[in-house]
């Protein structure tokens, strides 16, 4: 019995679709954004973490607050709750000793350079911009520091911008930061992690056969 040649059409098609779509889903970018903005009054925040048309944000001021947008529009906001540091923190219940510790942490260490040097491959900086109002009190030192950012700031890529005014009479440190960069391929960056912190017992895992039971008796 001969399957028609609709269904094979059809079949053929949806699977094309799917390979077109997961080819596009696999090349979007993740994109996060940072800011920071100072004045005499105030400090505050703002994290944002996207991927395609959806991005999530938390902004903080006095209050920290979260948002879930599609295409830049605020779908709907979510306050969160910070702890505060009055309160007592709990015990975890672990009573190794500080160079346990220490060597644990050591012998992680090439596991964590391995996964910023992953990270680092993925990582694109689209754009950093820095408007700021800098003083020491001193302007001598004041000097200095504005010449240092100066003699820096030709060496930095052309994607950023950044634009310093000295302040040579009063302390200050006011502006605005932006930092936003792209991870390219996070699928790819995300197989690459978890393989990477994947117990080495799960990596030398063997799936004998019935010829191999045999074998061994």
């Known amino acids: 019995m001969f399957t028609p040649a609709g269904d094979l059409v059809i079949t053929a098609g949806i699977i094309l679709f799917s390979l077109l779509v997961s080819g596009f889903l696999y090349t979007i970018p993740l994109k996060i954004s940072l800011a920071v903005s100072r004045d005499s009054s105030r400090l505050s925040g703002e994290a944002d973490l996207g991927y395609g048309p959806v991005s999530v944000a938390l902004f903080r001021e006095i209050v920290t607050n979260g948002e879930i947008r599609i295409y830049g529009r605020r779908l709907f906001s979510i306050p969160v709750q910070t702890i505060g540091g009055e309160e007592k923190r709990e015990t975890t219940g672990d009573y190794r000793s500080h160079d346990e510790k220490i060597m ?4 992680h260490l090439p596991l964590f350079v391995t996964g910023v040097r992953q990270i ?6 689209d754009t950093f911009s820095c408007h700021a109002r800098i003083g020491c009190g001193d302007p001598c030192t004041t000097g200095i520091i504005y010449g240092y950012i100066q003699a820096i700031i030709p060496l930095l890529p052309a994607n950023t911008e950044i634009y310093i005014i000295p302040d040579f009479d009063m302390p200050a440190l006011e502006g605005e930061v932006r930092l936003v960069t792209l991870i390219i391929y996070p699928f790819s960056l995300l197989v690459s992690l978890c393989r990477m912190i994947t117990p080495k017992a799960l990596k030398n895992l063997v799936f004998t056969g019935g010829k191999k039971d045999a074998e061994t008796g």
């Open 120 to 125: 680092v491959r993925h990582l694109r900086i």
């Open 104 to 107: 644990q942490g050591i012998n």
